[in-house]
């Protein structure tokens, strides 16, 4: 509702997309046509080669009602010079020698890093590469935005999304059986975990890539990820660490927080954390 002029909402895929093509054909000018309002659970899924339909001559940029998500035609992405290839310019994966072993070995394994600079990265980078992969999370403690932000990690980051917890760890061990592996940040608190020296004192520290280790034999593979310059980041795949029978869960996972602490000392910069990680 405007000063000057009201228009009733829609609240369906078919109605939304007949007022959206009824907006862009009343302006017939050349300028970007820019829409907010879009909301996926009322007007369902809309797409690049849905607003190809509307015009693709003209720029279209659709703004989702909570600013989360822009979905552009084609014009639009080739105006704002929006390329794949851009993208790979900045972003590198080092270590490229390590993924195409597990590829080609067909087993599953356990990538495991922290919250360093754009962390998201990793699922999406690793699930883009070919890799079959299920992500653990933590629900933001705003429930509203977590809705949201599960959405966006589902459609963007990594499809099989699993929350962190021990009563998640069953659906998370059918998809390590059926080949998928595990990616998970390490320096998050748990209290379901066990107290671990990290940086000369004791913290509650997640054991779970220990368990797959002694009940699976999995390797884990550790991975670091750096800002190198204002939007480019590497992604450093290192060599899968090595244990053997006799190390228990507690020498496992404190070798796995001591590499967490030679990176965070590295590039103490890098590391994104705000909580208390020692309560």
């Known amino acids: 509702s405007l000063p000057n002029y009201f228009s009733a909402g829609v609240r369906d895929r ?61 014009a639009a992405m080739e105006v704002l010079d929006i390329r794949e290839e851009n993208f790979d310019k900045n972003f590198k994966i080092i270590g490229k020698g390590v993924l195409e072993e597990i590829k080609k070995s067909n087993k599953p394994v356990i990538f495991i890093s922290g919250h360093f600079d754009n962390f998201e990265l990793m699922a999406l980078s690793l699930e883009k590469y070919g890799i079959n992969l299920s992500a653990i999370y933590r629900p933001l403690n705003n429930i509203y935005l977590n809705r949201i932000m599960e959405n966006i990690r589902k459609k963007f980051i990594c499809k099989n999304q699993i929350k962190k917890g021990i009563q998640n760890l069953k659906p998370l061990i059918r998809l390590f059986k059926n080949g998928y592996s595990v990616a998970l940040m390490i320096d998050q608190r748990v209290s379901e975990g066990i107290k671990v ?8 520290t997640t054991t779970i890539p220990a368990q797959f280790v002694k009940k699976f034999n999995s390797q884990i593979v550790p991975i670091f990820i750096e800002r190198t310059n204002e939007n480019k980041f590497e992604m450093i795949v290192e060599k899968p660490f090595t ?22 000392l590295k590039k103490p910069s890098q590391w994104i954390w705000s909580h208390n990680r020692w309560k």
């Open 243 to 264: 244990f053997n029978d006799e190390d228990t869960i507690e020498k496992i996972t404190l070798v796995l927080n001591q590499w967490l602490e030679t990176k965070i």
């Open 197 to 204: 020296n990290f940086f000369n004192k004791e913290a509650y």
């Open 14 to 74: 078919e109605g939304y997309f007949q007022r959206l093509q009824e907006a862009a054909s009343a302006d017939q000018t050349e300028q970007p046509f820019i829409s907010w309002g879009y909301h996926h659970y009322f007007h369902g899924s809309l797409t690049r080669q849905d607003l190809d339909e509307i015009s693709s001559s003209r720029p279209m940029i659709i703004i989702h009602r909570s600013f989360h998500e822009f979905i552009l035609n084609t």
